[in-house]
């Protein structure tokens, strides 16, 4: 049997809908942070501190910073092994400053480290679920805050997996918009 699109896009959304998930994600934007700063911070790094951060909050609300959490990053590196190119290393660097607490940002935070947390890279050829999940997740996220009046039917569904923090106060405590 053959779907139509529609129906497939119905499929996926009642998938996206069934996942148990909690969703912490950031949205740089790249063009704000240039002509705010005169010399702006990797946006990619950037969004990983804002992610981590929040995810931190998250695991510590639910008492679970004493079990081990795996950031899986997609290698930036596409021609070396995932993890060994230039660009994964430096943001394997970035991600151990982080967990150290030593990244400046992290100083509003009394720079906590968050040894909780591990890295892992994986090639855009491992065909990871969870990355394809991410992916999924990223374009709603990304065209709610570029294009907030645009119809936007999977954001409307990723919106109930954002953490809304303790209190359940709102998306944007799971969601971090810079600048």
């Known amino acids: 049997m053959i779907k139509s699109r529609t129906g497939s896009f119905e499929d996926l959304s009642s998938v996206m809908d069934a996942i148990p998930m909690t969703v912490v994600a950031s949205v740089i934007r790249k063009e704000s942070l240039k ?89 855009k050829l491992a065909n990871s679920t969870g990355l394809q999940i991410a992916d999924l997740i990223a374009r709603p996220i990304g065209l709610r805050i570029f294009k907030g009046k645009q119809e936007n039917r999977a954001f409307d569904i990723i919106s109930k997996k954002l953490w809304r923090g303790p209190k359940s106060q709102s998306i944007f405590h799971g969601l971090k918009v810079f600048p």
């Open 35 to 123: 002509r705010r700063y005169v010399n702006p911070e990797n946006p990619y790094q950037l969004g990983l501190l804002f992610c981590m951060e929040k995810a931190h909050e998250f695991i510590e609300h639910n008492a679970a910073h004493e079990n081990r959490c795996h950031i899986v990053c997609e290698s930036r590196s596409p021609r070396e092994k995932a993890g060994k190119g230039k660009e994964d290393a430096a943001l394997e660097l970035e991600f151990r400053r982080i967990v150290a607490g030593d990244h400046y940002l992290q100083a509003r935070n009394g720079r906590r480290p968050m040894p909780c947390f591990d890295i892992v890279f994986a090639s």
